[in-house]
C-alpha cells in the first residue's frame, strides 16, 4: 500500500533553515508527481510546492517562493523541501501528497515550529 513518511521537523529560530524529507513506498515513485503542503493551528492546508516526476518542473508557492526549495532523489523513492531563511508564521505541520488515480495520499506530517 502506498505510504508516506514526512521527517525533518523541529523547531528553529527564525531565519534559519531545516531540510524535510518524504520517504515512500507503495507505488512508482518516478512516475508520480509530489506535493508538499501545510497546515498551520486554526487554518486550512495549503499547498507549497509541487516537483514532476522527473523533478525537472517545479513551482513554489509565493509566500514560500526564494526561500523553500522542492528537490527529490527518484532513486531513494524521497521527496524533499529545504527550508531557508524561516519565519515564526511557516510554523505548521508539514505534509507530502501524491495522487493515485482519483485518490490522494498523505504522510502523517512532521511539525515545524519557528520561533521569533
Known amino acids: 500500500q502506498v505510504q508516506l513518511v514526512e521527517s525533518g521537523g523541529g523547531l528553529v529560530q527564525s531565519g534559519g533553515s531545516l531540510r524535510l524529507s518524504c520517504k515512500t513506498s507503495g507505488f512508482v515513485f518516478r512516475g508520480n508527481a509530489m506535493r508538499w503542503y501545510r497546515q498551520a493551528p486554526g487554518k486550512e492546508r495549503e499547498w507549497v510546492a509541487f516537483?514532476?516526476?522527473?523533478?525537472?518542473?517545479?513551482n513554489h508557492a509565493d509566500s514560500v517562493k526564494g526561500r523553500f526549495t522542492i528537490s527529490r532523489d527518484n532513486a531513494k523513492n524521497t521527496v524533499y523541501l529545504q527550508m531557508n531563511s524561516l519565519k515564526p508564521e511557516d510554523t505548521a505541520v508539514y505534509f507530502c501528497?501524491?495522487?493515485?488515480?482519483?485518490?490522494?495520499?498523505w504522510g502523517q506530517g512532521t511539525q515545524v515550529t519557528v520561533s521569533s
Open positions: 516537483i514532476s516526476s522527473g523533478g525537472t518542473i517545479t
Open positions: 501528497q501524491v495522487t493515485q488515480g482519483n485518490h490522494d495520499y
